[in-house]
């Protein structure tokens, strides 16, 4: 699998680690921190939480729970703070989490890191603090072709390298798109909509190189509190 040289790299866990010891990574840090414990964060956690649910009861109804359970269990990347991990979890399904800042942001919650806790030591989650790009793909090629499925929610610069290797190892596929990166908006139509219609584009282009993989499709995340956009992916094979 060789990437775009565009795609093929991505922030790493020393980056993060670096960054959050500067005054502006403490100040981001310390602002979610103290943010998440007040009424205010303490909604956005419930509709994060809303939200994850949401997603995973709609990949049980598109794929089923024993898929899902099936080979190395789910690959999420970019799962910082651990909303959809956890409810993946819960579910009965296995889950590696690959994001080099997870943990370091601020916005875990006390009962969302006990979860997580609970899981890992059980056996049932694992966490990978590296880039998502073609090193991955490189380093991790059983974790790819044996993942039951592939999700990840708002991947900011991950969403290319996402696309491109879930399409090449024809993965099920789950994936929301930042609707609030604008820097990755098209200049022909900068709006999210834009966005997404680009994204669809490219994966037509992706599904004709890697035709098993099938082509991803727009669905509605109905009754999410946040982005309603999905896009997901089944295989031919499935």
Known sequence: VTLYASVASGYSAEDWDAYNVTDEGQAAFRWWADWIPTPEGQQWVNNKRWEAHRVVEGMIWQWGLENLQGG???LEVGGDPGFLAAAL???GIPVTVVDPAFGVSGKQ????VECLK???AQGQLTLLREPFNEGFAHKHRKLLHTAS???SLYPDEATLPFMYLTSAFAKRTAVIPCNECIQYFPAHEPTYEGFVKQLLREDETYSRKFPRSGTMRQVWLQNSPFCQVLL???PLEH
Do not use: H, S
């Not at 919650?109 to 969302?112: K, L, M």
């Open 109 to 112: 919650d006390p009962a969302t």
């Open 149 to 151: 499925a592939m999700v």
């Open 89 to 91: 979890l819960e579910a």
């Open 72 to 74: 190395a269990g789910l």
């Open 118 to 120: 609970w899981f890992r």
């Open 232 to 234: 997901e992916r089944t």
